[in-house]
């Protein structure tokens, strides 16, 4: 029977394995054995027309007065005005941007500004290194290159004057004063930088403000009416990303990247690429609150309005393989000379939770715990204890296993006292087995004779792993998916513990290990089955490989923590000779 449960367990694991992998590949992302995710070939034209700020019934059509670019390749120079009144239908094509920006940077974010509708058309985090761990190259996480495009844009949209259209994000915008140089930080707390523009009988000053150690871009879009007539526009926020995965991931788990939508109403929502392409994207349309943005494994960028106003929420597919998610907030009706203005925030950084949670609600949840956050938070907060008295992220790992092991001991020895008495019993269910042959009924009811004799319950071990199961898998994803592991040094040569181990001893010292913990439990007596217990260390200790050492750090300690519970155990029942 305790061969049974293992291999139960090890059904139950990799069932868990595979329902994960399949979920992953309905997400439109990579499958965790390798491969590419699924995409939808071809083209999703919006319909022509659509002009309205109101709910719409799908994402697709809901930015449809959103200008779409028609413009050079990565790295051309782009010239002149949005061609396309607001009102015409949006087309596919490339994402725009011009060879002329202005870099506002303060100490840990670095931004370039295209003078061609205000974008963001680069984004460098200054305290976190490339994945090739090369000191002097910060990660980039907005770019506009050939093969990357991720872009932070906003414009206004509406009925503009026959034949014109107003400052969009393919807009020439100018710095206000002419000068173009860089804004840098210096003795102040913050760094501006204002740009201006005027189409369609609309004026519009746009102010970047970076606060000194903030990932937060303040931005203030000032809109002046110059015509002779009320007009009506609508600011739009959006982020304009490709559907490819960012450097650095592995083929052995596979984490979320795409666009998500908060409203304190519908919570957190992810908007996959793949169900953009289907047309079956699901998320808020229209709320008072929230933010809309894109998330990749340990990084974020999201526009977040000012609560309290009401804004349209969209994603569409703008072009092959290239995606926009963002919020439409009308600004009302403006008397000719009339002014009136619209703050927000646009936030590039990592996903530090308690950072996050200050910004604004929901915000926390870009770490993608999934169904487990419940029991993640609080593990996290553990972690964060740990660290703040041990000051190393390796360590902090080591005593939170060490912590969470202790706690279930009560539940794990009756585990481990069920493994020890099989154990010891054993040799006696062989000369069973060997004894009826294949008569199964009376070999069964020698078995049960036998567990009934030694007080042995062939489930007694079930239940307490069972309940184990959710910490163990919560705690997995705190460590995959926490920031703070990204380039934190351990010990020695594990320089980086969201990397995989350079020399590969922490996963062979696990499989040492995993082949300890098979020989402390009972043997099958089917030698296929005991091959196949032998087999899996090897199995998994190369899976590892492959793994953030992290990871494999505190599967190492829970299996060296597991063996002394369990010899212990057998020690007491007397069956280490076994």
Not at 105 to 113: H, P, Q
Not at 184 to 191: E, F, R
Request: overall charge neutral; charged content about 15%; aromatic content about 10%.
């Amino acid at each position: 029977m305790q061969t049974q449960r293992m291999i139960l367990w090890i059904v139950f694991s990799m069932s868990l394995l595979f329902l994960w992998d399949s979920w992953q590949r309905h997400q439109g992302h990579a499958s965790l054995f390798g491969g590419p995710p699924p995409t939808e070939q071809g083209v999703h034209e919006n319909p022509a027309g659509r002009t309205g700020t109101g709910p719409s019934a799908g994402g697709a059509a809901s930015d449809a007065a959103i200008p779409p670019p028609t413009s050079p390749a990565p790295g051309a120079a782009a010239s002149g005005t949005a061609g396309a009144a607001a009102s015409a239908p949006p087309t596919s094509g490339a994402a725009v941007a011009s060879e002329q920006a202005i870099r506002l940077a303060n100490d840990v974010l670095s931004l370039d500004i295209d003078l061609l509708g205000g974008q963001v058309r680069r984004a460098e985090l200054l305290g976190h290194r490339e994945e090739n761990g090369e000191e002097a190259q910060n990660l980039v996480l907005m770019q506009y290159a050939p093969g990357r495009i991720y872009l932070a844009q906003s414009g206004l949209i509406g009925d503009a004057p026959a034949g014109a259209s107003f400052p969009t994000h393919r807009t020439p915008m100018t710095p206000v004063g002419g000068d173009a140089s860089p804004r840098t930080l210096g003795a102040g707390d913050d760094v501006q930088l204002k740009l201006e523009a005027e189409s369609g009988g609309l004026r519009l000053v746009r102010t970047y403000t970076l606060a000194r150690g903030e990932y937060v871009v303040r931005v203030k879009d000032e809109v002046t009416n110059e015509s002779q007539a009320p007009l009506s526009p609508v600011l739009y926020l959006q982020l304009t990303r490709d559907g490819e995965a960012p450097p650095g991931g592995s083929k052995f788990y596979s984490t979320y990247t795409g666009p998500v939508v908060y409203t304190n109403e519908e919570k957190f929502q992810k908007v996959s690429f793949s169900d953009i392409d289907k047309g079956k994207a699901n998320y808020a349309k229209s709320a008072a609150d929230g933010w809309a943005g894109i998330i990749q494994h340990y990084f974020v960028a999201a526009w977040i309005p000012q609560q309290g106003v009401q804004r349209e929420y969209y994603a569409r597919k703008v072009d092959n393989n290239l995606y926009s998610v963002g919020i439409k907030e009308p600004l009302g009706t403006l008397a000719p000379n009339a002014t009136t203005s619209a703050e927000s925030e646009l936030l590039v950084g990592p996903q530090k939770q308690r950072m996050l949670e200050a910004i604004a609600p929901g915000l926390d949840l870009t770490v993608d715990y999934g169904w487990l956050t419940v029991i993640a938070k609080p593990i996290y907060w553990l972690l964060e204890k740990l660290h703040a008295f041990v000051g190393n992220w390796g360590w902090s790992i080591v005593l939170l296993t060490l912590l969470i092991k202790t706690i279930f001991f009560p539940l794990q020895a009756a585990s481990y006292k069920s493994m020890a008495r099989m154990k010891a019993v054993t040799p006696r269910l062989t000369a069973i087995r060997e004894r009826y042959g294949n008569d199964r009924v009376k070999m069964n009811q020698a078995m049960m004779e036998l567990y009934k004799t030694e007080k042995i319950n062939p489930l007694g071990g079930c239940l307490p792993i069972v309940v184990q199961i959710p910490v163990f898998i919560a705690l997995y994803w705190v460590l995959l998916a926490s920031v703070e592991m990204r380039n934190a040094p351990w010990i020695g040569w594990i320089h980086d513990l969201s990397a995989p181990d350079p020399y590969f001893i922490l996963p062979l010292v696990m499989a040492g290990t995993m082949f300890i913990q098979v020989k402390l439990n009972p043997t099958p007596p089917d030698p296929i089955q005991a091959k196949m217990m032998m087999i899996m260390p090897l199995v998994f200790s190369v899976m590892f490989f492959f793994f953030p050492a992290g990871l494999v750090l505190y599967w190492l300690v829970n299996n060296v923590y597991s063996i002394a519970q369990q010899w212990v155990i057998n020690k007491k029942l007397g069956v280490l000779h076994k």
